[in-house]
Nanobody, 122 residues
Framework: QVQLVESGGGLVQAGGSLRLSCAAS????????MGWFRQAPGTDRTFLAA????????YYADSVKGRFTISRDNAKNTVYLQMNSLKPEDTAVYYC???????????????WGQGTQVTVSS
């Protein structure tokens, strides 16, 4: 059972930055992906970004392109989400997830983290 543990959430003012981390207990799939989602109160969980362990290929939702950057550290089994120019509407619980393919990851990830709260004040 793969465990994903997020960290780095918190309270930040609008325009500020945060970097989230997601540490995986192991990499189960040779060419799997890790991704980030978020869920604000009363809304569905939405996909933000993903990265492949093998070659670092990335995918982004249009809503965060240019502001958020996903990266990985293979040696640490850790994925990061650098979030810049944060807005109050970015306030949400942010979740890390893992899946074998981008289709699996975006539709129904195999593993989820417990989430970390990000609050952006105006």
């Amino acid at each position: 059972q793969v465990q994903l543990v997020e960290s780095g959430g918190g309270l930040v003012q609008a325009g500020g930055s945060l970097r989230l981390s997601c540490a995986a207990s192991e990499r189960t799939f040779r060419n799997s992906l890790m991704g980030w989602f978020r869920q604000a109160p009363g809304t569905d969980r939405t996909f933000l970004a993903a990265i492949t362990w093998s070659n670092g290929g990335t995918y982004y939702a249009d809503s965060v392109k240019g502001r958020f950057t996903i990266s990985r550290d293979n040696a640490k089994n850790t994925v990061y989400l650098q979030m810049n120019s944060l807005k109050p509407e970015d306030t949400a619980v942010y979740y890390c997830a893992a899946g074998r393919t981008i289709v699996v990851l975006t539709a129904n990830p195999t593993y989820w983290g417990q989430g970390t709260q990000v609050t952006v004040s105006s």
